[in-house]
Structure formats: structure tokens, C-alpha cells
T-cell receptor, first 116, second 115 residues
Framework: DTGVSQDPRHKITKRGQNVTFRCDPI?????LYWYRQTLGQGPEFLTY????????KSRLLSDRFSAERPKGSFSTLEIQRTEQGDSAMYLC??????????????FGPGTRLTVL | AQKVTQAQTEISVVEKEDVTLDCVYE???????LFWYKQPPSGELVFLIR??????QNEISGRYSWNFQKSTSSFNFTITASQVVDSAVYFC????????????FGTGTRLKVLA
């Protein structure tokens, strides 16, 4: 069990460019979450997948953001036409599905995005 | 609405002192879960504890202990005999079984343990 991995760890881009991040969850986990964390704040929920189905999107996820989880394995988060306000740490987490309960989420190391 | 409040932004203690981190939550759900995570300078969130709303027993794990009180909607975290390695940002989070089990995080408390 290698844990949740994210790639890249750091991304610097110019305003207006598109960026894509990848998350590989723990292999047997069917729940996958994306969060965004800005300096001095706690992580904020962006979106949730159960297997390949995207079941919830936060209002923080504007039309410039899109996420996918093909085949219920890895997930990608794309930001189009980046803005300086998108600069943040993007965290991916996964958890197994516990019937009727809530398991702890296992977090990846995050992708730090800087938009110049 | 669901909310988690960590009123202490930053706490500094001297090594070996005990320290308590406060967490107050709001939810209308009767079934919910509370969590504590540690975020060291490396940045990766590390799970510490999960507690469900039906289990009010306090828990101790080594130097760590947690006090869950539904009457005051609090889930406080105490580190006994703090060590420099405890220096990190600590987050309290809330999740319910209605919906997608997403976490609602507090703003975190930065703990600095001085040698």
C-alpha cells in the first residue's frame, strides 16, 4: 500500500494557461475527493467521486474547473484559463467505502499551484 | 449549516508542557463524525483520530487524548508533555452520513513547541 500520490508536486504557470493535476488513490479505495487549501486556511471541499461517478461539486468549482475519474481509478483535475486566485495547494484524498459509516480519508502530498 | 471553529490560531508552548487545542462544531445531523489531522511542515495531512457522534468516551493514545462533549459541541485535543516534533498545524474536521461524506475543516491551529 503506497498511499495516495499526486503529480506534479509543484506547478508554476502564467495566468491564462491551462493546468492538469493527477491523483492516484489507494488502490482499493472507491471514494475520491479533491480539496483546495490556501495559506492559513483549512482545506475546502471541491468535488467527490464514488468510483467513476462524480457525485458532488462545490460552488467553488467554477466552469473553468473540471475533474474526471475514468474507470474509477486515478483522477485528474483541470483548470482552464488560470487566474491568480487559483494559486493554492490542491489536495486529493481517498477512502474505502464503509457501509453506513464514514472512514478516515487518506491525503496525498498535494500539488502546489502558483499562477503568475 | 455545518461548521467547525478552531478559535486558537497559534499556540506556543515550551517542551514538556501540556497543551489543549479547541474544536467547536455545528451540525443539525444526529449522526456525524469528527476527526483530527496533523499537518507538519512537509504539508501532508496525517490522520490522528475519528470519533462518531454516538461514542462520547474520551480516548487516549500515548501522549494524545481527546475529549468529546456533545453538550458543548466540542471535540478538544490535548497533547501531554509536548515535544518539538509535535510542532505542526492541527485541523479538526466534521463529516456526516448525509451526502458524500466530505469533510468540513476548521481553519487550523498552529502549534509551536519550543525547545
Amino acid at each position: 500500500d503506497t498511499g495516495v500520490s499526486q503529480d506534479p508536486r509543484h506547478k508554476i504557470t502564467k495566468r491564462g494557461q491551462n493546468v492538469t493535476f493527477r491523483c492516484d488513490p489507494i488502490s482499493e479505495h472507491n471514494r475520491l475527493y479533491w480539496y483546495r487549501q490556501t495559506l492559513g486556511q483549512g482545506p475546502e471541499f471541491l468535488t467527490y467521486f464514488q468510483n467513476e461517478a462524480q457525485l458532488e461539486k462545490s460552488r467553488l468549482l467554477s466552469d473553468r474547473f473540471s475533474a474526471e475519474r475514468p474507470k474509477g481509478s486515478f483522477s485528474t483535475l483541470e483548470i482552464q484559463r488560470t487566474e491568480q486566485g487559483d494559486s493554492a495547494m490542491y489536495l486529493c484524498a481517498s477512502s474505502p467505502r464503509e457501509a453506513g459509516g464514514v472512514d478516515e480519508q487518506f491525503f496525498g502530498p498535494g500539488t502546489r499551484l502558483t499562477v503568475l | 449549516a455545518q461548521k467547525v471553529t478552531q478559535a486558537q490560531t497559534e499556540i506556543s508552548v515550551v517542551e514538556k508542557e501540556d497543551v489543549t487545542l479547541d474544536c467547536v462544531y455545528e451540525t443539525r445531523d444526529t449522526t456525524y463524525y469528527l476527526f483530527w489531522y496533523k499537518q507538519p511542515p512537509s504539508g501532508e495531512l496525517v490522520f490522528l483520530i475519528r470519533r462518531n457522534s454516538f461514542d462520547e468516551q474520551n480516548e487516549i493514545s500515548g501522549r494524545y487524548s481527546w475529549n468529546f462533549q456533545k453538550s458543548t459541541s466540542s471535540f478538544n485535543f490535548t497533547i501531554t508533555a509536548s515535544q518539538v516534533v509535535d510542532s505542526a498545524v492541527y485541523f479538526c474536521a466534521l463529516s456526516t452520513t448525509s451526502g458524500t461524506y466530505k469533510y468540513i475543516f476548521g481553519t487550523g491551529t498552529r502549534l509551536k513547541v519550543l525547545a
